[in-house]
């Protein structure tokens, strides 16, 4: 079992940046596919980005050059960095996990993972 806690949402202006941070629980951290999802009011849950057990990272065309994903497997981390935001980028972001360790298909839907975390509020003022 697998928990998820992000953090570090919140108000930003137009332009401005944000890190977003999921804590994973679990000993196998660093053999699983992380991802990135994001929901707008009365929108479907939509990709964002995620990284692989071999750190080889893919982005939403929305979010290229400008989001960027990490992980720290140390400290059973994965992170967010957004620059550059804009107002279409308000959302709920929500952290997930794919159950399959050393997965060799790269998961860029929601129903492709298993473990999700409660969400965090990111809202960007035009």
């Known amino acids: 079992q697998v928990q998820l806690v992000e953090s570090g949402g919140g108000l930003v202006q137009a332009g401005g940046s944000l890190r977003l941070s999921c804590a994973a629980s679990?000993?196998?951290?660093?053999?699983?596919?992380m991802g990135w999802f994001r929901q707008a009011p009365g929108m479907e849950r939509e990709f964002v980005a995620v990284?692989?057990?071999?750190?080889?990272?893919y982005y939403a065309d929305s979010v290229k050059g400008r989001f960027t994903i990490s992980r720290d497997n140390a400290k059973n981390t994965v992170y967010l960095q957004m620059n550059s935001l804009k107002p279409e980028d308000t959302a709920v972001y929500y952290c997930?996990?794919?159950?399959?360790?050393?997965?060799?298909?790269?998961?860029?839907?929601?129903?492709?993972?298993?473990?999700w975390g409660q969400g965090t509020q990111v809202t960007v003022s035009s």
């Open positions: 997930a996990a794919d159950a399959v360790a050393y997965a060799i298909v790269v998961p860029t839907t929601q129903y492709e993972y298993d473990y």
């Open positions: 990284i692989t057990w071999g750190l080889s990272t």
């Open positions: 679990g000993r196998t951290f660093s053999s699983v596919t």
